[in-house]
């Protein structure tokens, strides 16, 4: 790593050491301007200004570095563990910790597109679970089981949009588990 004069990135950058990436940026963009070397016609403050900017481009490249490795609680996992925990809580009705737990996978296959689609019918997000099963279909062109899920998933979106459906999903929703 190029020498940031024995301060961490984010000292450079002017923020602390919680700080996200978006304040990283904000930071970054000040910085630059106030020493950006066209501003300046004398050339040893431009040689001061140019090496000034090379120290916060390091600075702002290794400050976003560390805080994309700093993604706390949603750690990639293999596809064959996401697809075992997603179904689990699939089975015991928790949907969207099941797609949460989905999401993790490194990877998606065509089981992972079908256990997304179940995940998203039962959450009734019917339009992103024809995509999922579609998706499916695209691994197994000829499985009949992928392709019915997937007109199902169509069906259910088209009468998801009439009036009385609507008023019967907000009545459950609203009433219905308690």
């Known amino acids: 790593m190029a020498n940031l004069y024995g301060h961490s990135p984010f000292e450079v950058l002017g923020v602390g050491p919680g700080a996200d990436a978006e304040a990283v940026r904000s930071a970054y963009r000040l910085r630059v301007k106030e020493c950006h070397p066209d501003q300046f016609s004398d050339e040893e ?7 000034e ?12 570095k560390i805080l994309s490795q700093h993604k706390v609680g949603f750690n990639m996992i293999s596809q064959e563990e996401a697809k075992h925990f997603a ?15 989905l999401n993790r996978a490194d990877a998606q296959d065509e089981g992972w597109f079908i256990l997304n689609g179940k995940i998203l ?4 997000r019917y339009e992103e679970a024809e995509i999922s099963f579609r998706r499916a279909i ?3 062109p000829d499985n009949r089981e992928y392709r019915s899920l997937a007109l199902d998933a169509a069906i259910a ?9 609507k008023l019967q999903n907000w009545f459950k929703d609203s009433f219905g588990k308690r």
């Open 121 to 124: 019918m039962g959450l009734r």
């Open 53 to 64: 900017l090379i120290r916060l481009n390091l600075a702002y490249e290794e400050a976003l």
């Open 45 to 51: 403050k431009r040689s001061k200004a140019q090496e």
């Open 157 to 165: 979106q088209r009468e998801s949009k009439k009036l009385n459906v």
């Open 138 to 140: 695209r691994h197994s």
């Open 87 to 101: 179904q689990r809580l699939l089975d015991q009705g928790n949907l969207e910790s099941a797609l949460r737990q």
